[in-house]
């Protein structure tokens, strides 16, 4: 099942859970833009996408993260298809993490 967070909950467990792994499904040039610290790239359109992604540990937490959590969300829906177990998505993507109201 997914679920959904906020920047501020994500904030707090990027730096507390030891077990979180941050992935952007936003292109590399989006990225470029900007990205939460620790968050690692994963295109969410490149044609490998899922093979990547379920080449990965599915005991970690997942924090999915694009520009305003729609790709993050058919990502982790994705990962839950997959049997990822703790996987999480943030609302509003980086629009809200930056501040910007959509």
């Given at each position: ?90 609302d ?9 109201t959509?």
């Amino acid at each position: 099942m997914i679920k959904n967070i906020t920047p501020p909950e994500l904030e707090v467990i990027a730096k507390e859970n030891e077990n979180a792994v941050l992935i952007d499904v936003r292109s590399p040039e989006e990225c470029a833009e900007g990205m939460v610290d620790g968050a690692e790239n994963i295109n969410i359109f490149d044609t490998d996408f899922l093979e990547r992604i379920g080449k990965l540990d599915k005991s970690k937490d997942y924090y999915m993260i694009c520009r305003s959590g729609g790709r993050s969300g058919s990502a982790a829906g994705a990962m839950d298809q997959m049997g990822f177990e703790s996987v999480y998505n943030m609302d509003g993507g980086m629009l809200a993490w930056q501040g910007t109201t959509v």
